[in-house]
């Protein structure tokens, strides 16, 4: 599956920004999809992962209330919404897609895990001014 990531851009501290990853390939909806990040001088970090049928979501604290992930499987496309944005949500964030042959209880165990997805759109850069 090929995934293209869209909405990133310059805020001011306390906006929202809503990100967009459009899918191409066939069974959208037999993928765990997720929201990783990467600023400056860090490691990938796991923002936010939604499950195959969109009943489950999981989030990194630093974001939970905050940010909201959804997907649309008629669409192929999966969005994070971002509020009350911090300077130090700054980064460029991943979409990325993986194992439709995983359980659920593999899935609630590694969900933030960079390994368990095998395809990553391109990232789309945001920044938060303070």
């Known amino acids: 599956v090929q995934l293209q990531a869209s909405g990133g851009g310059l805020v001011q501290a306390g906006g929202s920004l809503r990100l967009s990853c459009g899918a191409c390939?066939?069974?959208?909806?037999?993928?765990?999809m997720a929201w990783f990040r990467q600023a400056p001088d860090k490691e990938r970090e796991f923002v936010a992962t939604?499950?195959?049928?969109?009943?489950?979501?999981y989030y990194v604290d630093s974001v939970k209330g905050r940010f909201t992930i959804s997907r649309d499987n008629a669409n192929n496309t999966v969005a994070l919404q971002m509020n009350s944005l911090k300077p130090e949500d700054t980064a460029v964030y991943y979409c990325?897609?993986?194992?439709?042959?995983?359980?659920?209880?593999?899935?609630?165990?590694?969900?933030?895990?960079?390994?368990?997805?095998?395809?990553w759109g391109q990232g789309t850069e945001v920044t938060v001014s303070s």
């Open positions: 990325a897609a993986g194992g439709p042959s995983y359980t659920r209880s593999y899935y609630r165990t590694n969900y933030y895990n960079t390994s368990i997805y095998h395809y």
């Open positions: 390939g066939r069974s959208f909806g037999s993928y765990i």
């Open positions: 939604i499950s195959w049928s969109g009943s489950s979501t």
